[in-house]
């Protein structure tokens, strides 16, 4: 039986704010607070609310048939606790019906992967502790940032733990070969590789609307009957695309949702199901490795890195951005490690981009790639001015792993120490309380004895 593995992305970028080059030293925020909240707000309105209603009726509807996966970057929690609540709840509704698996990915939605492994681990398991803590799962399947995947990545990503990883069909990877199979890591035999069928994607969250399409109007049998007269040996068609291709990308206007809700019962009818990652991972042999020595990606029409470290801008910033990627998981300073964290994410470097045409780019604020790299370096120029004021680069990172080390060790024994004296100072509370009580019965018992002389005396006088 063929099989549909749908999954969704779910990331808000943070929008930096102007930062002039007078602004370095005086000014350590860098964000504009006005534009993220509209942004959000405007997303969770128009896309995420009715998406996640339309797929929370879908499971109610088809009961335990239904699946569907999503992955969430900790950047992006972060901006729905303070925005919009209200998806974050929708998604706890949602996992409660037992139908969703929730993924790993890096929690800056960065490229961390691409430059030191130990930001990315680290990256990785606190995204890890957030779903944990909103969801009660433990994530078995890494998705990375824009399914950026190569042969080390893959090789270090099953050495963290994960079963399984998904990544980008791209048809220079897999030539004649169909994403509609599960593979695995070629360094790492045991992580299965789920590949996302572009085609069958991309109809849905590019193509959709676009009534010069060839294929438009799309309609949810004729989609569903493709996946059904695929070749009798593709098993697994993987669906993957951002949330917001339901909504902003595809308006509501164009009636995706409906076209969504109407896939379950068609798959039915054909003999289709719905599984989650885990599942795939766990149902399904790999019929043979990948090799992909060149990292790739789901973005543009190269499907690698180009859009992010295209141009000399790109790769200045990123190589200045992760020259101090050791410094600040060493030191471990919690107002570093947010600014760290929003300063990773990868809009950033793909507003420098000067690739010719893109698909969903976004420069915001900026008037041209070189607005954007001229307003970023700034903000990495005070940042970097920060970590080393906090720990001057004179001192090496080792040196300074050591000293941060003994300070650490030296906080723990003083901690100790403190619950020691706490705890003999009770003790020595439970001995004078017991004392006291002791000395109250003694008094107690004195008393009678004390009458009966004064009552002997007094006779002995009559």
Known sequence: MKTICLYFEIHQNIQLKRYRFFDIGTDHYYYDDYENERLIADVAERSYMPALNTLLEMIKENGNYFKVAFSLSGVGIEQLEIHAPQVLEKLQELNQTGCVEFLAEPYSHGLASLANEES?????????????????????????????????????????????????????????????????????????????????????????????????????????????????????????????????????????????KAIPACAKNRGLSFSTPSEICDTFNSVSAVDVPDTLSWNDEERDCSCWLGNPMQREAFNKLYSVADRVRIADDPRINQDWDYLQASNNFRQMTTKPSQVGLNRGIYSSPFDAFTNYMNILGDFISRVNSLYPDSIDNDELSSLLTTIKNQDEEIDMKNKEIVRLQTKIEKIEATEEKLRAQLEKAKAPAAKKTTARKAGEKE
């Not at 695995?184 to 991309?202: G, H, I, Q, Y």
């Open 120 to 260: 990315f681990a680290k990256e990785v398991k606190r995204q890890c502790q957030k779903m944990k803590e909103y969801f009660g799962q433990e994530p078995k399947v890494l998705r990375n940032s824009s399914l950026i995947y190569s042969d080390d990545i893959g090789l270090q990503v099953s050495q963290m733990g994960f079963k399984g990883m998904l990544t980008e069909g791209a048809r220079h990877v897999l030539g004649w070969k169909s994403p509609n199979y599960v593979y695995n890591c070629a360094l790492a035999p045991n992580l299965k590789l789920l590949m996302r069928n572009v085609n069958f994607s991309d109809d849905i969250s590019l193509r959709f609307g676009n009534t010069e399409w060839e294929g438009y109007p799309l309609f949810a049998d004729t989609y569903v009957d493709r996946i059904a007269n695929l070749p009798e040996g593709e098993k697994v068609v993987n669906i993957f695309m951002e949330l917001s291709a339901l909504g902003i990308a595809q308006p509501l206007s164009t009636n995706i949702l409906d076209f969504i």
